[in-house]
């Protein structure tokens, strides 16, 4: 697992509703990354994601450059180190 990291993603806008974890998921599938995603109770959703970290960070532009990327207006990164407790990608309730 060494190379391997994890990125906690928050976008902020007009992110619920649109179907942005849907399409999330299926950005997902095109990279070697696992982790969720998920409606936070502020409005915002909040991604996790492991991988390496150029794969992560391919990951995250292809989601802003996806059909709900222009419903994004902030977005902040926090790193740390990969865990390996996901197995695929998916859409985390609650």
């Not at 974890?21 to 996790?48: L, W």
């Amino acid at each position: 697992m060494s190379g391997r990291k994890r990125a906690v993603v928050r976008y902020a806008g007009r992110v619920q509703g649109v179907g942005f974890r849907y399409t999330v998921v299926h950005v997902a599938k095109d990279y070697p990354v696992s982790g969720f995603v998920q409606n936070e109770m502020d409005g915002s959703v909040r991604i996790c994601v492991e991988g390496e970290e150029g794969e992560i960070l391919r990951f995250i532009q292809a989601v802003k450059q996806s059909p709900v990327g222009r419903f994004i207006f902030n977005e902040s990164i926090q790193w740390g180190g990969a865990t390996g407790e996901y197995r695929d990608f998916t859409v985390r309730y609650g």
